[in-house]
């Protein structure tokens, strides 16, 4: 069974004062794949994905600039858990997106319980960050491509 997540990044969703209209952000993900599922597998299907922001702070600006960066819940209602629709139809597949390796701070929009980053950027310095992803181990699933609908990443500053 092949499994494909698909995180489609966001347009950079922003208000700026007319003072700082000519500062922006570049903002970029990469797709998250999971590969292949086993149902059996007692583990749980982990892999990882990037979101990368790089902003022109303007020049004179010595001082690092912070941001939060959050991650919608897709098609799904909830952050607990995130689900993926089978192509064709049946039961959703489980997962979710974290900030952490260890997997235990959910990647959303900082509301019920959940984790946003938040940090500095630095003047023309690229500031890459993991994405955590996991699928819970022994989902009585069909066969078939899974995907959910755009995710999308928020930059605010």
């Known amino acids: 069974m092949n499994i494909l997540f698909r995180f489609i990044p966001a347009a950079l969703l922003a208000l700026l004062p007319a003072a700082a209209a000519a500062f922006h952000c570049d903002v970029s993900a990469?797709?998250?794949s999971f590969g292949a599922y086993d149902v059996f597998s007692p583990s749980p299907l982990d892999t990882t994905g990037t979101i990368t922001v790089e902003c022109n702070i303007k020049e004179n600006e010595k001082r690092p600039m912070p941001v939060t960066v959050?991650?919608?819940?897709?098609?799904?209602?909830s952050f607990f858990p995130r689900k993926m629709q089978r192509s064709g139809g049946g039961a959703p597949m489980n997962y979710n997106?974290?900030?952490d390796p260890s997997r235990s701070n959910i990647w959303g929009d900082g509301s019920n319980n959940t984790s946003?980053?938040?940090g500095n950027v630095v003047r023309n310095e690229t500031?890459?960050?993991?994405?955590?992803?996991?699928?819970?181990?022994?989902q009585n699933l069909a066969a078939g491509p899974y995907s959910d609908s755009?995710?999308?990443?928020?930059v605010s500053w």
């Not at 500031?127 to 022994?138: E, H, M, Q, S, V």
Request: proline share 6%; no cysteine.
């Open 70 to 77: 959050a991650i919608s819940k897709g098609g799904s209602n």
């Open 116 to 118: 946003v980053f938040t």
């Open 30 to 32: 990469t797709h998250i």
């Open 127 to 138: 500031k890459i960050l993991t994405i955590y992803g996991r699928i819970p181990a022994r």
């Open 97 to 99: 997106l974290y900030l």
């Open 150 to 154: 755009p995710v999308v990443v928020t």
